[in-house]
């Protein structure tokens, strides 16, 4: 019986046209129009919604495709709160009847483990460690001269902790520098130590875990560069 195209009232006609259209503007080879015409003239379809049928049908049939992860066990990362942390695993847990998929980081600096969803890991600000010449930029930032502002402290160190806490090596080796005092400057302050401490450490894990190196050695490396300025 005569079959439909696109319910314009065409007849079918001779099959060998018909697959010659299909081929042309559905992309279908000759195999797949007459999978097409078996299927309209079984269940009465015009050929175009049997076409939309089969291929929804292979569309369901096809496994998800698998989102290639950001890490992976064993990988360094960097937290922007916490610094540079280890993804030990990746586990599946249930919270309120919803399956979600984390990064299990241990954090040896702080003695803690993070676990960040999947699906925010972007967003959360978790990224993989800096490029060496990413490094060597904030290096260089070391060398600079320092640059502190004639505001309030508690201004300032607002400012500092937000640096820090950016993740980004560079504005953290900027408070390293405008926070660090050579030999015959004024000594810091207790809470200027503090801050200074924590840059300077913060800097020192991602360095270490980019050159491969001990945080000593790290750390080491950071005061001679300060004190060569």
Do not use: C
Not at 60 to 83: E, M, R
Not at 87 to 94: A, D, G, K, L, Y
């Amino acid at each position: 019986k005569p079959i439909g195209l696109f319910d314009g009232g065409f007849s079918l006609g001779p099959k060998k046209l018909l697959k010659a259209w299909y081929r042309k503007h559905v992309r279908l080879n000759y195999g797949r129009a007459d999978l097409v015409l078996r299927l309209a003239e079984a269940e009465g379809l015009t050929a175009h919604a049997a076409a939309v049928r089969l291929r929804l049908d292979d569309v369901a049939g096809k496994p998800a495709a698998k989102k290639k992860l950001l890490f992976k066990p064993g990988d360094f990362v960097v937290y922007p709160t916490h610094g540079v942390g280890k993804v030990v695993s990746i586990e599946i847990q249930e919270i309120a009847g919803h399956k979600l998929k984390l990064f299990v980081i241990s954090f040896d600096r702080d003695r803690m483990t993070l676990r960040v969803p999947v699906s925010k890991a972007r967003t959360s600000g978790l990224r993989k460690l800096s490029s060496r010449k990413k490094m060597d930029n904030a290096m260089e930032t070391l060398k600079a001269r320092a640059r502190v502002k004639r505001t309030m402290w508690s201004r300032r160190a607002q400012e500092y902790e937000a640096k820090i806490n950016s993740g980004d090596p560079i504005f953290i080796a900027e408070v390293v520098r405008d926070l660090h005092r050579k030999a015959g400057q004024p000594d810091q302050s207790f809470s200027e130590r503090q801050i200074f401490e924590s840059a300077r450490d913060r800097l020192a894990h991602e360095l270490a875990a980019v050159e491969k190196t001990d945080l000593e050695v790290a750390t080491e490396k950071l005061e001679e560069l300060l004190q060569a300025a």
